[in-house]
């Protein structure tokens, strides 16, 4: 079974969401009931889906352009963004579920699906609005944070979106941090862009975990022979708060090592306790909890495969 910071967030909200999203959804069955699910999986709010399109300017556009040593400009990373969300806000309002036996691939990167449209009216003007003002503040300070891009600049490597996994506690703990930059006589950075308004989130366990995931995982072929050298609580842990202009940075202590460990040491035993020893295809929504969180289940993508279950 696999685990991750953001399951184990979903399955101490909502155990059911959780078990829609790792044991039944899936994109490649001809079961048209797990097939849904999936499609479910990819509704995403405005504010989630701005924040993917930021991610994802930055890792295809911004990160090889560093890692190349090529200049940056503004106007044509906003441009290509413009036209990101352009079409994507298209393919979303057209609503790809309504389309369910063609391929999310199929769509390329114009593929966006949003919860509005399904569960509600769509998104309003002011939504897109404020979506794409917090994209246009996102880029436009990154860009000019020159002492950050320089720093990455002088990486001897930079990985993005890098799938780190590692056994522990009888499950696979897969991290995909954001950005991991190494340096020929440096400790390694690990980044983790951040679009949150108020930057009041703090991101130390997911960090934590990441610096954890790159010294415990299996080294990548690309990974540089330095990094046996250098201690988990030396790994460089930065947040970019992207709409703040602003870096958060963590120091990742033997204490902070261990809660980290326990977090996912307790969070395992319940998902393993949940699953009962069972195969995901022996395993029904009502052996997991619902949630009891108010307005969890307005929020979930898979309210209606859900409700169905307990009608």
Not at 134 to 143: C, E, Q
């Amino acid at each position: 079974m696999k685990w991750s910071v953001s399951g184990a967030k979903t399955f101490r909200r909502c155990q059911r969401q959780w078990f829609y999203k790792n044991c039944v959804a899936n994109g490649v069955t001809k079961d048209a009931v797990r097939r849904n699910v999936y499609l479910l999986s990819k509704l995403q709010s405005i504010a989630g889906w701005r924040g993917t399109l930021i991610d994802d300017v930055i890792t295809n556009t911004v990160i090889p352009a560093l890692q190349s040593k090529r200049s940056l400009s503004l106007e044509p990373v906003l441009t290509l963004a413009r036209r990101m969300f352009d079409r994507q806000l298209a393919t979303a309002l057209k609503h790809p579920l309504r389309q369910p036996d063609r391929s999310v691939k199929s769509w390329g990167d114009d593929y966006a699906a949003f919860h509005c449209v399904e569960y509600g009216d769509g998104p309003t003007q002011k939504e897109l609005d404020d979506a794409w003002n917090d994209i246009d503040v996102a880029l436009t300070n990154l860009l000019s944070m020159r002492s950050l891009l320089d720093k990455l600049r002088a990486a001897k490597q930079l990985l993005s979106q890098r799938s780190l996994q590692f056994s522990t506690c009888g499950v696979t703990v897969s991290a995909v941090p954001d950005l991991i930059a190494f340096y020929s006589d440096e400790p390694p950075a690990i980044l983790d862009w951040k679009a949150h308004a108020f930057g009041t989130m703090d991101a130390w366990l997911q960090l934590a975990i990441y610096s954890i995931a790159l010294k415990a995982c299996n080294p990548h072929k690309d990974f540089p022979a330095s990094l046996a050298q250098w201690p988990v609580s030396s790994i460089r842990l930065v947040e970019v708060q992207l709409l703040l202009k602003r870096l958060r940075r963590h120091e990742i202590d033997e204490d902070d090592r261990e809660s980290a460990e326990a977090f996912i040491a307790e969070s395992a035993m319940s998902m393993l306790m949940a699953m009962d020893g069972k195969k995901a295809a022996d395993i029904a929504a009502d052996d997991f909890a619902t949630t009891s969180f108010e307005g969890a289940c307005e929020r979930c993508s898979f309210r209606k495969s859900c409700w169905e279950t307990m009608q």
